[in-house]
């Protein structure tokens, strides 16, 4: 756990110098107080000693939206180039560089399986509807940033959620519904609700998944009056999206407390970014500091091909190598699993070592965690 004291970068201190302590655990208040757009850009980079930086930004800021919550942005401790809150959060001229060859806006051809915008079916017993293209803040490498300014992403009025359930209960086979967006939990709670009831009257939906970033950049926003609502929806699940173990304050894991005292068990998402968690200390510290808060790290995304997020993928090398160290190191529950998205919606796939060397006949050699060869007679 970090502490406000301990920070380098004290931008709290800076840009809310007199905020009372109420406020600032007010999620409306953090809402009210965002800094967006050039001007609240502005005063972030003169508050953390880089003015300059904005000369190169106004084109990033016509094409990606830009917002943070005060709460995420006092997470930052060291200079803006180098700290994790920051790569994340803070917009970089190369979002808006040259695309590299397979990078598109879409890579996961979402598009192609969406019956109409709003609800994505590419696995046979689920479905991901999106109820929302708004974030509380806006992570610089979000697969979905192609929606940030699209509000037809998502569906609205009557007529639209009646296709989504019509839908629903004509594929039978689908179990499961992923509640995502855009931050499904920024919504009005009504609304929500709303949403909820309608995906839970589909009499094939046996269990909803919501993905949320709300722990990590508004905790506040977990609020004991939303978390009696989600509560009537079990069997729900919550996935969220830890990236750091600078993310895992306090307040986020009284967040995640909260929820799990309703009886929502969480899970976490991170991405693997150049520069932000790259490293194996950096991936065994949040997943462990995960365990501690009682969050199971699900997946572990090698970072998509997605337009404007180029200068956060790294070598996929990377990612199996640190996966390698990770077993043996610690425990199976810190322990997520490694995927890629494939390009063209062709679905996720594991990149996982495996400590089975090779198969013959009568004989499977294994490699142990401490490195020593074994053989298994299978006969
Ligand atoms: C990732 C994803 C899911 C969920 O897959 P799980 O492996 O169950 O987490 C469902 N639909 C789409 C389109 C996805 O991209
Ligand atoms: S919270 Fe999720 S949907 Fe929103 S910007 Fe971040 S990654 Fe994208």
Not at 26 to 38: C, E, V
Not at 147 to 165: D, Y
Not at 263 to 269: A, D
Request: overall charge positive; glycine content about 6%.
């Amino acid at each position: 756990m970090t502490s406000y004291a301990a920070r380098a970068v004290n931008l709290k201190q800076k840009l809310w110098p007199d905020i009372h302590k109420d406020a600032w655990s007010d999620y409306r208040w953090q809402l009210r107080n965002r800094l967006t757009g050039r001007k609240g850009l502005s005063r972030l980079l003169r508050h953390a000693g880089q003015p300059e930086r904005l000369e190169s930004l106004d084109k990033c800021l016509s094409a990606y939206k830009w917002a943070a919550t005060p709460y995420y942005i006092s997470l930052i401790e060291k200079d803006i180039d180098r700290d994790p809150v920051a790569l994340q959060v803070i917009p970089s001229p190369e979002e808006i560089g040259p695309a590299r060859p397979h990078s598109s806006p879409d890579p996961l051809s979402e598009k192609r399986y969406s019956p109409f915008p709003g609800l994505i079916h590419r696995y046979k017993d689920r479905a991901v509807v999106l109820v929302s293209n708004h974030c509380a803040s806006y992570c610089r490498h979000c697969n979905r940033k192609r929606t940030w300014n699209r509000p037809e992403f998502v569906p609205a009025g009557k007529t639209a959620w009646q296709a989504v359930t019509e839908y629903l209960e004509n594929h039978s086979q689908i179990r499961e519904v992923l509640v995502s967006g855009g931050d499904p939990l920024l919504l009005p709670q009504k609304y929500l609700e709303n949403i909820l009831d309608l995906l839970t009257s589909v009499p094939n939906v046996e269990v909803l998944r919501i993905g949320t970033r709300l722990p990590v950049v508004l905790p506040m926003a977990i609020t004991d009056k939303l978390c009696r609502m989600l509560k009537k929806y079990r069997p729900i699940w919550i996935n969220t999206h830890f990236n750091h173990p600078a993310e895992i304050t306090k307040e986020a894991q009284r967040a995640c407390e909260r929820l799990q005292m309703s009886g929502i068990p969480l899970s976490n998402q991170s991405v693997l970014l150049k520069g932000v968690n790259d490293d194996f200390k950096t991936i065994k510290n949040l997943c462990c500091n995960l365990q501690k808060i009682m969050v199971r790290p699900y997946y572990l995304f090698h970072c998509d091909f997605v337009k404007g997020t180029d200068h956060f993928r790294t070598d996929i090398r990377k990612g199996i190598d640190i996966m390698e160290k990770m077993w043996g190191d610690t425990g199976g529950m810190c322990i997520p699993r490694y995927v890629v998205d494939l390009p063209g919606g062709m679905g996720k796939a594991r990149v996982m070592p495996s400590d089975l060397e090779r198969l013959d006949q009568d004989v499977a050699t294994f490699k142990t965690f401490e490195g020593r060869v074994i053989k298994l007679h299978l006969s």
